[in-house]
């Protein structure tokens, strides 16, 4: 799908605007429903379960658990293209970045949401959503410079494939550290 | 000319490998997060108010939440 020539251009600009509002729409509604959890929890209580939510992401994306997550186990259909040239990949990247219309292959956004369900405000829970967008609009921007031909060809997959331990280190540290850094600079 | 169109497509999957862009992601996260923390106790440690360092320290902090989202968004998205 990524090897049309929709993904060239103001519609790629289009798909890339969708998932950032998809992240927010995610990150809106668990800050809303963060309002309620919190309010009969004490602090302690919801960095203790942040932590936890945390610990057991990591043990998975290091292969010492063996769980399975909940995600939504299909693809976004390609009839949403039928909005035409823009709205269809805005719809698209919304579906996508609201990281619940398709799969899920890494565990890290539920520690992301974790944290933004029981610690952030609201204009952290929706800058964690546009980065959530922005990482996923990330990927489709390198896989199609990687491999114009085709940006989820043999190239950027084998590669992902061939690195994944690598890619889940780098990743779950840079949302360890943000997180930390982004619970303990709020708190102060 | 086609050893040249060659070299520039290597140049091109160079610059724009997974491991590259996850480190480039990670990178930023670190430095943002470094910023943020050094900001954060810059302008607590004296407990004078200091409007501008807690801007900073503010938008810095905002900015890390965003750097968390980035590194999950590209942690699902590589073989999807």
């Known amino acids: ?188 | 000319m086609g050893s040249s169109t060659g070299g520039t497509a290597a140049v091109r999957r160079r610059r724009w490998h997974p491991v590259r862009v996850a480190g480039a992601v990670s990178a930023a996260s670190f430095g943002l997060a470094g910023a943020a923390l050094a900001t954060s106790g810059l302008a607590a440690s004296d407990g004078t108010a200091r409007p501008g360092w807690l801007a900073v320290g503010a938008w810095l902090a905002v900015g890390v939440w965003l750097m968390m989202g980035a590194a999950a968004g590209f942690a699902v998205s590589g073989s999807t």
Request: no cysteine.
């Open chain 1, 1 to 188: 799908m990524l090897s049309s020539p929709v993904w060239r251009g103001t519609p790629a600009l289009a798909f890339d605007a969708g998932l950032a509002v998809g992240g927010m729409i995610t990150a809106t509604v668990l800050v809303v429903a963060g309002s309620l959890l919190r309010a009969p929890l004490p602090e302690p209580a919801r960095w203790a379960l942040v932590g936890t939510a945390l610990a057991v992401v990591l043990l998975k994306e290091a292969g010492v658990l063996s769980i399975t997550l909940p995600e939504a186990r299909r693809l976004v259909p390609e009839s949403v293209f039928r909005f035409g040239r823009h709205l269809g990949p805005l719809q698209f990247g919304i579906e996508m970045g609201t990281g619940a219309r398709t799969y899920l292959p890494s565990g890290l956004p539920y520690a992301a949401g974790a944290a933004v369900l029981l610690l952030a405000s609201v204009p952290a829970a929706l800058a964690a959503g546009v980065g959530f967008g922005l990482g996923r609009a990330l990927m489709t921007t390198a896989s199609l410079r990687y491999s114009p031909d085709g940006g989820t060809g043999s190239g950027w997959n084998e590669q992902w494939q061939r690195n994944q331990r690598r890619l889940a280190l780098l990743t779950g540290s840079a949302l360890v550290v943000s997180l930390l850094a982004a619970t303990v600079a709020s708190a102060r």
